[in-house]
Structure formats: structure tokens, C-alpha cells
């Protein structure tokens, strides 16, 4: 199991940015994905940032991006996207794409066992 994730770079306030997660090993529609961050200085968030229960299709945001940013996923592609728009400063972290195969869904860190190498995306003038 790999995932890739990639699209961070620097933005101004009020940018945007599609981070994307490629996976390899398993079929990304049949387990729990999510993506998570952290903050310079600071310990990865233990919730998600934004995740997908896979059972119903619903997606799930943190109410720090909740209206701003949104996750997509290509099964065909075996990718899914975290497209952030109305970028704040406080957004800047390392972002990290993460699978678990145990479970169709998770908003915790600690129950995911995968993990790509993170993107950074850093919001500043």
C-alpha cells in the first residue's frame, strides 16, 4: 500500500489549491481515506481535515474548512483530491493523505495505518 501526495506550494490569502493523493495496493472506493495536517511547530492534528465514509459517500469536514475546502475522489484514477479554496494563513501546514483498509471510515488519526509523505501548502502575501 502507497500513497503519493502532491499539488501544496505557496499561495496568497484568498488562493487556491488541489492537493492530490494517489494510491497504490488497494481500490480506493473500498476503504476509509482521509486527509489530515500539520501546522508549523505544531503536532498533526489528531482529526481529519476532511474524510470520506465510503458506505454512504458522505463527506466530512473539519469546521476550520467546513464551506472552504473539498474532498473528491477518482476511483478510476485511484486518486482523491482536496480542492482548498478561500485559503487562510492559518492553513499553512504540511497536508498528509491516509488510508486504512480495517474500516470504511475514520476521522481519527490514530486509526489510520497508511500514510503518504505530505505535501506542504504555505499561505502567505
Known amino acids: 500500500v502507497q500513497l503519493q501526495a502532491s499539488g501544496g506550494g505557496l499561495v496568497q490569502p484568498g488562493g487556491s489549491l488541489r492537493l492530490s493523493c494517489v494510491v497504490s495496493?488497494?481500490?480506493?472506493?473500498?476503504?476509509?481515506i482521509g486527509w489530515f495536517r500539520q501546522a508549523p511547530g505544531k503536532e498533526r492534528e489528531d482529526q481529519a481535515v476532511?474524510?470520506?465514509?465510503?458506505?454512504?459517500?458522505?463527506?466530512y469536514y473539519a469546521d476550520s474548512v467546513k464551506g472552504r475546502f473539498t474532498i473528491l475522489r477518482d476511483n478510476a484514477k485511484n486518486t482523491v483530491y482536496l480542492q482548498a479554496n478561500s485559503l487562510k494563513p492559518e492553513d499553512t501546514a504540511v497536508y498528509f493523505c491516509?488510508?486504512?483498509?480495517?474500516?470504511?471510515?475514520?476521522?481519527?488519526?490514530?486509526?489510520?495505518?497508511?500514510w503518504g509523505q505530505g505535501t506542504q501548502v504555505t499561505v502567505s502575501s
Open positions: 476532511s474524510y470520506i465514509n465510503i458506505i454512504d459517500g458522505r463527506t
Open positions: 495496493g488497494f481500490n480506493l472506493g473500498d476503504y476509509a
Open positions: 491516509a488510508a486504512d483498509l480495517s474500516r470504511p471510515f475514520s476521522n481519527w488519526a490514530l486509526e489510520y495505518r497508511y
